[in-house]
T-cell receptor, first 113, second 111 residues
Framework: DAGVTQSPTHLIKTRGQHVTLRCSPISGHKSVSWYQQVLGQGPQFIFQYYEKEERGRGNFPDRFSARQFPNYSSELNVNALLLGDSALYLC????????????FGQGTRLTVV | GQQLNQSPQSMFIQEGEDVSMNCTSSSIFNTWLWYKQEPGEGPVLLIALYKAGELTSNGRLTAQFGITRKDSFLNISASIPSDVGIYFCAGQRNTGNQFYFGTGTSLTVIP
């Protein structure tokens, strides 16, 4: 069985550009969450989507947006990139919306120059 | 936002030794997860805990959900070189869906 898959694995962007990151959850999982992990820190919650609806939002600016598609895959969009957006972006897949185990993909390493 | 405190921050141990680490919070959580992360990879789920006082094992790993619901512990017995990595705890409150992650414990095992 395929785990959580994310694409691309690495990305280099220039300040001011925008980026789209993609995630496919584990088959049968309906919840996708996005986390940002800056080097040396634990992951920080950005969004959760369940059944195509936003169920949670972390303390991130409006430049960050996301959506979930009918097949439960998800996209994370970041506009007007800043140097501080450089991080590992992780997608986590869960069976349900709350209180269930979260399984992570390998992440997308975003570098903003 | 909420940050869980993990200790110790780093550990250097000899192969074969046992390891203990913990995670504390100022808030009550109803779910605790423990992850291991290796360089360049996403976190891998090790153990999930759902009930105060619960003790769960996964091979050489044992984790406990603290009675106060504000802490959790992870023990690794008879460490081996492949245990090297950063261990994160993550907690979820009764309200809301996000997981709050700890600051991580970096483990180095010396053969």
């Amino acid at each position: 069985d395929a785990g959580v898959t994310q694409s691309p694995t690495h990305l280099i962007k220039t300040r001011g550009q925008h980026v789209t990151l993609r995630c496919s959850p584990i088959s049968g999982h309906k919840s996708v969450s996005w986390y940002q992990q800056v080097l040396g820190q634990g992951p920080q919650f950005i969004f959760q989507y369940y059944e195509k609806e936003e169920r949670g939002r972390g303390n991130f600016p409006d430049r960050f947006s996301a959506r979930q598609f009918p097949n439960y895959s998800s996209e994370l969009n970041v506009n007007a990139l800043l140097l501080g957006d450089s991080a590992l972006y992780l997608c986590a897949s869960s069976l349900g919306a709350h209180g269930t185990e979260a399984f992570f993909g390998q992440g997308t390493r975003l570098t903003v120059v | 936002g909420q940050q869980l405190n993990q200790s110790p921050q780093s550990m250097f141990i000899q192969e074969g030794e046992d390891v203990s680490m913990n995670c504390t919070s100022s808030s009550i959580f109803n779910t605790w997860l423990w992850y291991k992360q290796e360089p360049g990879e996403g976190p891998v789920l090790l153990i999930a805990l759902y009930k105060a006082g619960e003790l769960t094992s996964n091979g050489r790993l044992t984790a406990q959900f603290g009675i106060t619901r504000k802490d959790s512990f992870l023990n690794i017995s008879a460490s081996i070189p492949s245990d090297v990595g950063i261990y994160f705890c993550a907690g979820q409150r009764n309200t809301g869906n996000q997981f709050y992650f700890g600051t991580g414990t970096s483990l180095t095992v010396i053969p």
